[in-house]
C-alpha cells in the first residue's frame, strides 16, 4: 500500500527495511503534547486569519485535545507505517473528524513542524534541568555553610598544597552549577525563536500570522529566515554544549567524591542510599551512584559529537539525516537530569570526617607557605629567599618525620637566625585557613558570608521559578 500522506506518485509501500530505517516514531512519540501545541496554535491562526473556517479549525482543534489525551492517557496505538509522530498524529486525527484533517497541514510543512516540536521539547528542557540545577546548588551551598570552618587539605597535582575549608570546596562547584545555569539560559534565549510558518523551506503564499503562532507557543518572534529555520539545529548543539561542560562538572566531582570514600582518604562516608556493597567481598561499600555519575559524561559528550557531526557539511536545508538529532539529545538530556538528581542525593547526605580531614591538612607540610609569608611580613625579606629559607626548614622536619609546627625554636632559627617564637602562630592548618581573607579565599568567615550571599540569591531563584510556572 502506498502512504496515505504522500503516496499520490507512489506505485507500492516501501521496502521492509526502508521502514525501518526511516521510521522515528519510536523516539520522536516524545514530542507528542509539543506536537499538538504546535498544531492547535497553527490551527488557531488559520482560523484567525481566514485561511481556515471557523467550523473545520474547531473540529480540528477539538481531535486534537482527544489525541493528547489518548497519549497521556497510554491509549494511543503509535503505528511504524505511519513514519513520525507528525504523521501518527494526523492519521488519527483523520480517523477522528473524517477529511477535515487534511486541512491542518496548510501553509505547513514536516520541516517547520518537527522544527519547531523540538524547539519546544528543548526549551522545556533547559527549564527543568535549571530547576534541578538549582536544587543542587541550595544542597550544597547548605552543606558549604554548615562547613565553612571543617578544614581539609587543599590540593595541586593532587598533592597537598594549602589547607583550605570543606566549604570553600563545595562552594567552588556552586560557581560551576550556576555557570552551567548561565549557560543554558543564553542557549534557551537564543532558541526562544519560532520556525512554523517557514513551511517546507520557501515560506507559503497563504497570508499567515507567524507573529501570532510565535506569541501563543511563548516564543519572543518569529524566525527571519525560512531557509535557516527549517536546517538549523544550533539550538540542539548549544543545549547539548552546555549539558556536557555540565557533565563535566559532574563528572569531576563524582572523581572526588570515590577519592573521598575509600578507606585511604577516609574523608567522607558515603551514606547507604547511594552506595552498594559487594556479592563476595563484605567489607566493601563501593560509590557506584558516583562512578556512574562520572561515567555519562561519556554519553552526553557522545551525542554533542554525534549532532556536530551529522550537521558538518549538511547543505540547506532540511535533509533527513537531521532526524538523527533526536534519540542523543533525548538520552543525553535524560542522563544528566538522572545524573543531577544522584548528584543532589548524595550531596545532601556527605558526611565529612572532620578529624580525618583536618588530621590531612595538617601532613604534607601544608602549612610550609603560610610559614614562607610570615618570613616576608615578620623579617621583611623577598618572597624568593623566605621560599628558599622555608625549603630548608621543610626538609628539617622532613629529615626528622615530624611536622612543621614540632620544631623547637632553636632548630628553625638553625636555618634563619631572626626567626622568633611568634612564628608558631601562623603554623596550624586553623590559623593558615583563617588567614586567607583575601576576596575569594578560603578563610571560613570569607565562606560563611559567601554561603550565605548564595543561599539569598538562590531563595530569590525560587521565587522567579515559582513566578514562571504561573505565568
Ligand atoms: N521525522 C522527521 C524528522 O525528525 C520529520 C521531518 C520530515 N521531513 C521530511 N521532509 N521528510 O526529521
Request: with cysteine.
Amino acid at each position: 500500500m502506498s502512504n496515505k500522506m504522500w503516496g499520490g506518485r507512489f506505485a507500492s509501500g516501501p521496502d521492509a527495511i526502508m521502514e525501518e530505517i526511516n521510521a522515528s516514531i519510536g523516539f520522536d512519540y516524545r514530542l507528542a503534547q509539543q506536537d499538538i501545541a504546535g498544531s492547535k496554535a497553527h490551527v488557531a491562526m488559520l482560523a484567525q486569519t481566514g485561511i481556515l473556517s471557523a467550523d473545520h479549525a474547531a473540529a480540528i482543534a477539538e481531535g486534537l485535545s482527544q489525541i493528547g489525551a489518548e497519549i497521556e492517557a497510554g491509549t494511543f496505538t503509535f503505528s511504524r507505517a505511519l513514519e513520525d509522530i507528525h504523521m501518527n498524529i494526523e492519521a488519527r486525527l483523520a480517523e477522528l473528524i473524517g477529511p477535515a484533517a487534511g486541512r491542518l497541514h496548510t501553509a505547513r510543512s514536516r520541516n517547520d513542524q518537527v522544527a519547531l516540536d523540538f524547539r519546544l521539547w528543548v526549551r522545556d528542557a533547559i527549564d527543568a534541568l535549571d530547576r534541578q540545577l538549582w536544587a543542587l546548588q541550595q544542597a550544597l551551598a547548605e552543606k558549604a555553610l554548615a562547613h565553612a570552618a571543617s578544614v581539609m587539605p587543599g590540593f595541586t597535582h593532587m598533592q597537598s598544597a594549602q589547607p583550605v575549608t570543606f566549604g570553600h570546596h563545595l562552594l567552588a562547584y556552586v560557581e560551576m552549577f550556576s555557570r552551567d545555569r548561565s549557560r543554558l539560559r543564553d542557549a534557551r534565549a537564543r532558541l526562544n525563536e519560532s520556525p512554523l510558518g517557514a513551511a517546507a523551506l520557501a515560506g507559503t503564499s497563504f497570508p499567515i500570522d507567524r507573529n501570532a503562532t510565535a506569541k501563543a507557543l511563548g516564543f519572543d518572534r518569529p524566525t527571519a529566515n525560512s531557509l535557516d529555520s527549517v536546517s538549523d539545529r544550533d539550538f540542539v548543539l548549544e543545549t547539548l554544549s552546555a549539558a556536557s561542560i555540565c557533565a563535566i562538572h559532574l563528572s569531576r566531582f563524582s572523581e572526588e567524591i570515590v577519592l573521598w570514600a575509600t578507606p585511604q582518604f577516609g574523608f567522607a562516608a558515603l551514606s547507604d542510599k547511594f552506595s552498594t556493597g559487594s556479592s563476595i567481598m563484605p567489607q566493601k561499600r563501593n560509590p557506584d551512584a558516583a562512578e556512574l555519575v562520572r561515567g555519562k559524561a561519556g554519553r552526553i559528550i557522545g551525542a554533542l559529537n554525534a549532532l556536530l557531526i551529522v550537521m558538518k557539511g549538511l547543505p540547506l536545508t532540511y535533509s533527513k539525516d537531521m532526524q538523527e538529532d533526536k534519540e542523543g539529545t533525548f538520552d543525553a538530556l535524560h542522563a544528566l537530569s538522572l545524573c543531577l538528581a544522584a548528584m543532589t542525593g548524595m550531596v545532601g547526605d556527605l558526611e565529612p570526617d572532620r578529624k580525618r580531614m583536618k588530621a590531612a591538612a595538617g601532613s604534607g607540610y601544608a602549612t610550609a607557605t603560610d610559614l614562607a609569608d610570615w618570613l616576608v611580613r615578620s623579617l621583611k625579606l623577598p618572597f624568593r629567599e623566605a621560599h628558599h629559607i622555608t625549603g630548608r626548614i621543610v626538609a628539617l622536619a622532613a629529615g626528622k618525620k615530624i611536622g612543621l609546627e614540632k620544631l623547637t625554636l632553636a632548630e628553625m632559627q638553625a636555618v634563619e637566625p631572626n626567626i622568633s617564637a611568634e612564628v608558631h602562630a601562623v603554623l596550624g592548618v586553623e590559623k593558615s585557613v583563617r588567614s586567607r581573607t583575601s576576596y575569594g579565599g578560603t578563610a571560613p568567615s570569607n565562606v560563611r558570608a559567601q554561603a550565605k550571599r548564595w543561599l539569598a540569591r538562590l531563595e530569590k531563584d525560587k521565587v522567579e521559578h515559582s513566578n514562571a510556572s504561573r505565568s
